[in-house]
């Protein structure tokens, strides 16, 4: 049924900054961040996200969910930044990871506006290019 309440939107971005850090936990356990976090973020796109009433409100509220979920995860790892001492690192990770979750959720969320059961093309889109970015990054 679809919705454009407010307190919808409000779930949306409560979720984008609260998953990261409940996601530590699994992630650590099965060392696959990728596959975590995308898995995740399509029960958040088809719970909530594609409950939207417009294509465009989806969109956006992809777009916003990804930006916190990256900057939360960001804030998440301030810590051992501080502990490193280099700040740059953390400019590093505002630069890169937070446009490639809004990045990630975008992709899955365009996967179902068509047809819902497309989220498991968006959903192994996701994965790949979450996994490329983990790679390209622990080179550099």
């Known amino acids: ?31 696959y961040s990728e ?10 796109v088809l719970v909530l996200i594609s409950r939207l009433s417009s294509s465009k409100s989806k969109l956006i509220a992809a777009a916003i969910f990804g930006l916190l979920f990256g900057l939360s995860e960001s804030m998440l790892y301030l810590n051992n930044i501080l502990q490193i001492g280099d700040m740059s690192i953390f400019g590093q990770r505002l630069l890169y990871t937070m446009p490639m979750h809004m990045l990630t959720v975008l992709i899955i969320t365009f996967s179902t506006l068509k047809k819902r059961w497309y989220i498991l ?20």
């Open 1 to 31: 049924m679809p919705n454009n309440n407010p307190i919808h939107f409000i779930f949306i971005i409560l979720a984008g900054l609260i998953l990261p850090m409940v996601l530590i936990p699994v992630v650590a356990l099965t060392g």
């Open 35 to 44: 596959v975590v976090e995308e898995l995740v973020k399509a029960l958040v």
């Open 121 to 140: 093309f968006g959903l192994v889109n996701a994965v790949i290019l979450h996994s490329l970015f983990n790679q390209v990054v622990s080179w550099l």
